[in-house]
């Protein structure tokens, strides 16, 4: 996918250059760094992070300090907490840069502006929040239900340019297993294989 967010913007709402130019007009655009925070448990969540390039995940972490890796972001995808945003609640969501990265904050106000220029957007938009919904759907019934391997196999269906980006050990955070049994996992593919 091209990560370029003007390509992205076309895709998804076919502005004229004068519409694009209009719309973008304030937009923040920042370079995170690795390991930079974008949003802390606790913070109200006030944008949409757009990845233009680099990896950012989004994790809880639990009472006994363990984390629990919930999405990862590379180039062309968001990462948000929508329920911090749109309820305007403290968050229970970290949000950090795997890899430096270069990080649009699309907040309400851009949102607004680019449906008001754009019904092909609100459409687009409307069906991008299905599908993240299906997709939260989906990995709670793989948590609940399905074995480590099938876990594995759909996490490198879903993020199948990450894998060599990230250590093992957020991998297993996001399957929600041990490091050792990722490790056995792997093993067990390779032989199949």
């Not at 074995?147 to 594995?152: F, G, K, V």
């Not at 269906?157 to 049994?181: D, F, H």
Request: glycine share 4%; charged share 25%.
């Amino acid at each position: 996918m091209n990560s370029d967010f003007k390509t992205y913007l076309n895709l998804n709402a076919n502005l004229s250059e004068q519409q694009y130019s209009e719309t973008i007009k304030g937009l923040q655009i920042k370079n995170i760094k690795k390991g930079e925070f974008l949003l802390r448990s606790g913070e109200i969540c006030m944008y949409i992070f757009f990845v233009n390039k680099g990896l950012l995940r989004s994790y809880t972490i639990d009472k006994s300090g363990k984390e629990h890796i919930i999405q990862f972001a590379s180039e062309g995808w968001m990462i948000t907490d929508r329920s911090s945003s749109f309820f305007n609640e403290s968050s229970d969501l970290y949000i950090d840069a795997i890899e430096d990265s270069e990080v649009y904050f699309l907040d309400e106000s851009f949102l607004q502006k680019l449906s008001c220029l754009s019904p092909e957007f609100i459409k687009n938009n409307t069906q991008a929040l299905h599908n993240h919904i299906r997709n939260l759907q989906d990995r709670v019934n793989m948590l609940l239900g399905a074995t480590a391997e099938e876990r594995y196999l759909k996490f490198i269906k879903m993020y199948p340019n990450i894998l060599a980006r990230i250590p093992q050990w957020m991998v297993a955070s996001y399957l929600g297993i041990t490091p050792e049994s990722l490790s056995r996992v792997r093993k067990q593919l390779t032989k199949k294989s």
